[in-house]
């Protein structure tokens, strides 16, 4: 880490997860160091080393001085550092302005931004400086009989989508990092998962009390490399969006799997939707949750929204909200 910066108020704080994309991240910061260069991009460049040193770089960062902090990663990486952005007391979150590189094998947080998979259309994003206030998630969950929160900057889900996660978690230690893994481990767990009788209330009414199959809550639009799991959501209206799944047969799914896909995922008369500022949900068994594909607690969970929380970066093709601009 360098010293303070404020004579420097437009340097970034490059953030780069070499591990992100299976290797992506080490592999390909050379190209992306020296985009940033012909783009006279200014930054610090680091690169993380644990599990949660992102959120520990965050922190510092910020402490110094630093009020521009981008990403090279993947959505794991851009959920540590938001919550970083929450842990420290410098300044309020939204001053501090995020942009993210995706090197990752999801990426689905950019999907919802106009973001470029191209590094070249990322860095000239951040050149330009668009800025969109976006709201954040707190989730609440049960942890080693303990209470634990944090921040979710995109989907979270519980039942089936947080047991296909520890799937896809599983693999990546080994090493299998497709971008079909998400797909496989949904295919592949489908037949094993047994529904898990749920209790869900938002803004405190009960709206599902049944087996549920798997829910997801989010703020975007995307998760698990490309699934539509929210196509209503809108990032900044202060809303979450839902998607319950019902128990359904595979052969209801077989020919519609594609919906999950295009949009049209409520054209499956087993998934409801549901919009809410607050969320809890209940179960017996417990049932796990994961928050931008991270793998976290138990239930009971509570979800509540923070209202155009953190200040982003976004594409030039990017036309939601009313708070976009340089």
Known sequence: MTGRVESEPEKWFVIVNPVAGGGRGLDDFPLISRLMREAHILCEPVFTEHKFHATELTVTAVKEGYRRIAVVGGDGTLHE???????????RPDEVLLAVVAVG?????????GLSGRY???????????????????????EAHFRQSRYMANVGGAGFDAHVVRKVTHLRKKGRTSRWRYTWCVVRSFFRYKSTGVKVWVDDRLVYNDLLFSVAIGICKYNGGGLQQLPAAVADDGIFDLSLYRPVHFWHLLFRFHYLFDGRIYQIRHILQERGSRIRIESSPEVSVEVDGELLGESPLEFSILHRAVRIVVGAGFAGGAEVGK
Do not use: H, K, M
């Not at 094998?105 to 931004?113: E, L, M, S």
């Open 81 to 91: 550092v938001v919550n970083g952005l929450f842990i420290q007391r410098e300044v």
């Open 105 to 113: 094998t999801g990426n689905d947080w950019v999907r919802t931004f």
């Open 120 to 142: 070249r259309d990322a860095v000239q994003a951040i050149a330009a400086g668009r800025s969109f206030l976006q709201d954040v998630g707190v989730v609440s969950y049960e």
